[in-house]
């Protein structure tokens, strides 16, 4: 399972102001924590980037990169600021994301293919939030064709079916994990997925959020999930992680407990 770090985020208390004054240091700090924790990658979140947006995140990867040798997933729907990004980048970055949406899908496809990125396809179209597992596949569909179109390997896609708030859309949680399996039978080898692990416990009261993240990880990893964006310094999520990988037989027994 690949885990990228979730934590460099322009709706952080701490890092949107240090994003905004160009302060290095807490950022490069999480970057570090980050991956001594486990991430094998990192995302830099600095959300729709109107303004400054290509400066921030050409400013950003140099420096994250500076001091960590892990890829970035670069969230942004933005496109100059993500291809602002990607020139400086090294190594090969993650597009976060592309979606349905026609505008979006064909600039950050493009995108992929002139910097031989990976690249995320979130089934999310304008009509809206996807209702369940079946238009969420029908979005997909429509990804992958595009890839085929733009030239872009679907070894470098990675499907995200979207989760939702539980307190919003309590009937969407096991619809995302139906979505996981079925994104699945649409190539072989599997077309991967990935999912924003943290959107499950918006708005739910702060004590319930680590039993609520562990249990829905167990659940997504059972259904074949292969990467997430997650809170890599929440050791508790990370045990349970490891745990997860040994039943899998991902890693080993005595790897993972002796060390
Ligand atoms: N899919 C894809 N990308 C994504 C998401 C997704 N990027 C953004 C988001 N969803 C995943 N990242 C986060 C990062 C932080 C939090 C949630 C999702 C978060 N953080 C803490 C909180 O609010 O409690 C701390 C924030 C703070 O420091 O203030 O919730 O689904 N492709």
Redesign the pocket.
């Known amino acids: 399972m690949l885990v990228i770090g ?2 460099i ?1 322009v ?5 949107g102001p240090a994003m905004k004054s160009r302060e290095a240091k807490p950022i490069q700090e999480l970057a570090l924590a980050q991956v001594g924790a486990g991430a094998n990658m990192l ?1 830099v ?1 600095i959300g729709p980037a109107t303004k400054g947006g290509p400066e921030m995140m050409d400013w950003l990867v140099k420096m994250i990169q500076e001091v960590v040798d892990v890829p970035l997933s670069l ?1 942004t729907t933005n496109a100059a600021a993500m291809e602002a990004g990607l020139k400086v980048h090294k190594g090969q970055a993650l597009i ?2 592309a979606s349905g949406e026609k505008e979006r899908l064909t600039s950050m496809l493009s995108l992929a293919a002139k910097y031989d990125a990976k690249v ?1 396809g ?1 089934t999310l179209t304008k009509a809206g939030i996807p209702r369940d597992a079946n238009e969420r596949m029908a979005i997909a569909v429509d990804i992958i064709g595009a890839c085929a179109e733009h030239g872009v390997s679907l070894e470098n896609l990675y499907l ?1 079916p ?2 939702l708030p539980i307190g919003v859309a309590q009937q969407q949680a096991m619809e995302v994990v139906e979505a996981i399996k079925m994104f699945r039978q649409l190539n072989e080898p599997p077309i991967k997925t ?3 692990l ?2 499950i ?2 708005g739910v009261p702060e004590e319930i959020h680590g039993v609520l993240i562990r249990t829905y990880l167990t659940v997504l990893m059972t259904a074949g999930l292969d990467a997430a ?1 997650m809170d890599a310094l929440d050791k508790d999520l990370m045990d349970t992680l490891k745990t997860i990988q040994i039943f899998k037989n991902e890693i080993l027994y005595c790897h993972s407990y002796l060390d």
């Open positions: 979730e934590k985020n709706m952080s208390k701490t890092i995302d979140n969230d976060n994301s995320i979130l995200d979207l989760i990935v999912v924003g943290s959107n416990y918006n964006i």
